[in-house]
């Protein structure tokens, strides 16, 4: 069986764990990309910005990351330059809370939701890892079972 065969196998099961975290970014992505949405059409997110001295204009970039970056976590193939967005975004949320406010309560959430973030993209990056290497890993072993049909044994560099 060839790595490609294996790899396509893995992908196309369903266990708990990938149900898992699918699930969890589609609610994570979705999420983001709505709120950052609100961000544009309702009033009170510059109202919240303007109780605690931001300028409101800063509402509209906020808002846009946060459209972009839950949009590509929903996008396999961009989903951890999604999770960048994201985790850039909540940093520096959390950071302009800790500067204002101190360090309290209402961080937590957004600490862990930067937690769950690192997370799933580590959980769905660690399972494909290999997947990408797959075709380089047929090419190889059938390099080296022809080899060894021939009964060719060099070291690399020696071909």
Known sequence: MTF????????????????????ASL????????LGG????????????????????????VGTAEVVGGLMFLVPAVRLSGAGVLASVLVGGIATHVA???????????VGLLALIVLISWGLHRAA???????????????ENLNDARGVWALPGQE
């Not at 490609?4 to 699930?23: C, D, H, M, Q, Y």
């Not at 609610?27 to 709505?34: C, K, M, T």
């Not at 204002?100 to 957004?110: M, Q, R, S, Y």
């Open 4 to 23: 490609t065969k294996i790899v396509r196998r893995e992908s196309e099961t369903f266990s708990p764990s990938n149900v898992a975290l699918w699930g």
């Open 129 to 143: 890892w290999w997947s990408r290497y797959a075709t380089a890993l047929d090419q190889f072993t059938a390099r």
């Open 100 to 110: 204002l406010e101190g360090v309290d309560a209402t961080v937590v959430p957004f």
């Open 38 to 61: 609100a961000k544009f059409l309702l009033p009170w997110a510059a109202d919240q910005l303007a109780v605690h001295g931001i300028p409101t204009w800063v509402r509209f970039p």
């Open 27 to 34: 609610i994570i992505g979705l999420s983001f990309a709505l």
